[in-house]
């Protein structure tokens, strides 16, 4: 059984979430404030997922984000946010989520969201491709480890991350609509809007690329998409 953990300070909200994800399988942890949440996350090594309320007294949704990513860890993150806030969805790709759901949302939304993530972060590549490796100028994406190395220095990338750079290097210089990556890399089952992978792309930008304003191998094409250019 996968366990999930669950920060939300608000009993009700936190009782709701809990019940629906037993029901679908899951196996949640609660946490009804950041550091209860940090401390459940050292304890139970074995949490594949986290769902984090934006909204906490004391250390929000996004910093409980930023130390889980400045840890190593690669467990899959959806923010839970606030009708609206587009600044709490836009803030959160960007210190590491997966995902964003805005409430109130329904059980079968949320329970969607959180099967779509678990299948992408449980996903292994099959054992009868010739070659675990993709090369492409500095950079090694190994699919055995699901790594990327850039001039044979280890990056850190999300489970996100790491699908948009296997499916670009992949798919080198074929132009691909965000529409296409948005299915690609999130799956069909996915609601969110486009400008997830234009969040996503940018922050994947910082971390490889030497000028992140001045892209050289993960390009823009204008009014279309993004290829891998090298």
């Known amino acids: 059984m996968k366990k999930i953990l669950v920060l939300e300070d608000e009993p009700n909200i936190r009782s709701f979430v809990v019940i629906n994800l037993r029901r679908n399988g899951y196996e949640p942890i609660e946490a009804a404030c950041g550091s209860e949440a940090l ?3 050292e304890k139970n090594p074995d ?3 986290a769902l984090l309320d934006v909204m906490l007294p004391d250390i929000d949704g996004f910093e409980v984000c930023r130390r889980i990513r400045a840890s190593g860890s690669k467990i899959g993150i959806i923010m839970l946010t606030a009708r609206g806030q587009e600044i709490d969805k836009v803030t959160g790709l960007m210190t590491g989520a997966d995902d964003y759901v805005t409430k109130p949302f329904s059980p079968a939304e949320l329970t969607a969201r959180v099967d779509a993530l678990v299948r992408r972060i449980g996903g292994s590549d099959s054992p009868d491709k010739p070659s675990y490796e993709i090369c492409s ?3 090694l994406l190994n699919t055995r480890n699901r790594t990327l190395e850039k001039d044979c220095k280890r990056l850190k ?6 699908l948009l750079m296997k499916l670009f290097m992949e798919n080198p210089g074929r132009a691909m609509s965000r529409e296409d990556i948005l299915k690609a890399v999130w799956g069909d089952d996915f609601k969110g809007e486009l400008k997830t992978v234009d969040v996503n792309i940018r922050r994947l930008r910082i971390k490889i690329e ?6 050289e191998f993960l390009t823009t094409v204008w009014g279309f998409g993004y290829k891998w250019g090298y």
Do not use: R, S
């Open 39 to 41: 401390n459940q996350l």
């Open 47 to 49: 949490i594949c997922l």
């Open 137 to 139: 100028g500095p950079f």
């Open 157 to 162: 990338l999300t489970q996100i991350e790491y």
């Open 210 to 215: 030497t000028d992140p304003t001045e892209p």
